[in-house]
């Protein structure tokens, strides 16, 4: 069981609305793209990092996980380190 709010009666509807929004803000906040992984088979935002390259955070992954897991698979947690690894304080 998830603490606080339990899982979701439709889980996939659940995690394509949460996994949109966090995404979406990740792709404006980090100046990111919606890019397709065709080894995980999902879809993840890719924004650069201040050193070079580029780091994808797959959204709709970690969403899942947090339905699915409760809070051991923290949003705020996921938010933190892709904001420290966007802005060059996480290698």
């Given at each position: 069981?998830?603490?606080g709010?339990?899982k979701p009666?439709n889980?996939?509807q659940?995690?394509m ?11 404006q906040?980090y ?5 397709w992984?065709?080894?995980?088979k999902?879809?993840?935002v890719?924004?650069p990092i201040?050193k070079g390259g ?5 959204v ?5 996980k947090?339905?699915?897991n409760g ?17 060059g304080?996480i290698?």
């Open positions: 069981m998830v603490e709010i339990g009666k889980l996939e659940m995690i609305v949460f996994g949109s929004f966090l995404g979406e803000a990740f792709r906040l100046k990111g793209r919606w890019d992984d065709d080894h995980f999902t879809w993840g890719t924004f201040p580029e780091e994808t955070a797959f709709f992954a970690k969403v899942e947090r339905f699915t809070m051991e698979d923290s949003l705020s947690f996921f938010a933190e380190v892709t904001d420290g690894k966007a802005n304080r290698p």
